[in-house]
């Protein structure tokens, strides 16, 4: 069965470099664009979003170098952090959103201006709606205390008729990553979900042995078209630590040769680490939605079709995002031209929007892959929409369509 998509449209002001954005996400999204044009500061967004919704507001700020940092810096009227996410819950019924702005105070602080959220239309479902720390409007009779330096969708977490916005918000997973730290023996952990340079990947492939061994063998099969020799591979307990142990065919011998994740290559690992990313949802836990920083690197450009069809099959039940600018990536005439969102940036603002109406066209038509286009630098945002995108738009209020 296909998920239906969880975040459908994303609503940023002022967030880092992006000044507005207004985009829709599709099952499978490509960030594309040059180096520094912004592809990373959109996911961290995204990652701000559930980062203050795990621990506190105060720990998503900080730990960007706070608010000043978060905060785009510009030589105009200084405006509030904003951040509005569309989503459809996880039941495939309900659709809702979050919303709410930051601003920075003159004392160095930060206080949250507004926040809302809203699940099943304004007047039908759970809503409310909080301003400087005091509740404005709510569709619940009681209502805890909140404040103004946190989210108060955190302090609702308790009530059944928030909860599955926290939690749906709270499972996405952002990843980028690291060979180094996925080759170094690791401490056992429960492993329901990779973190996000894949330190805990062993614990992750232990899990899924025991609790989906038929996610491992797509990501078994996945990770053999990007390395043929590979065999298998399974988590191996070492002492107190764990590691990933992996089997290769060798020609002469009956047996695999067995080779623990330190002697493995760089490729070879984070193919690992990005299959496990994509497929490591199950029964027991399934993230809403994963996002990958350019999951090519280190990949040899014959891999990038495996690659391909790894997204594509994993967003049929989990919403992915990359970002990329690998041409070998995009180098499929299949490709969709709406999954695509181009990132440029205009004198350090990003600007972030679907490709202009020729690209797409050139891609419908199978005149040229994105892949040929990205080559060509012609892998543009479109005027219109950037045009529609600086007019101001509101973050809080009810959906429309
Ligand atoms: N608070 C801020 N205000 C304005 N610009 C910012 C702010 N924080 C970061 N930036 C800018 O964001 C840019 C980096 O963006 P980002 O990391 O998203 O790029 P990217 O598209 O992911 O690039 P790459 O492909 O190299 O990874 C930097 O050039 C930096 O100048
Ligand atoms: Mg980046």
Redesign the pocket.
Known sequence: MTRPVFLTRVMLRSY??IGNCDVRLKPLTYLV?A???????FLDALSFVRDALVSSLDNALSGRGGVA?????SSGHPTHIGIRLEFNLPDGETEGYFAFNVVALKNGGYEVQTEECSIGGRSKGPYYCIERGKLKSSSESTFPAVTSDRLALVAVSGMTAFRPVFDALTSMSFYNLNPKLMRELQKPQDGRLLKPVGENIASVIGHLERNAPEQIEVIEEYVQTVVPMLHGFSRRVIGPMETVEFRQKMAGSTHPWRFLAQSMSDGTLRALGVLTALFQGNLDYSPTLVGIEEPETALHPAASAALRGALVKASRQTQIIV?S?SPDLLDDSDIDPDSLLA?ASDE?ETRIAPLDEASRKTMRDHLFSAGELLRLNQLTPDLKSLEEQTKEFDLFGDILA
Do not use: A, F, L, M
């Not at 180096?35 to 500061?41: F, I, L, T, V, Y």
């Open positions: 880092k470099s664009g180096n520094g044009s912004g592809k990373s500061n940092e978060v905060r785009r810096r970002t600018h990132v350090g």
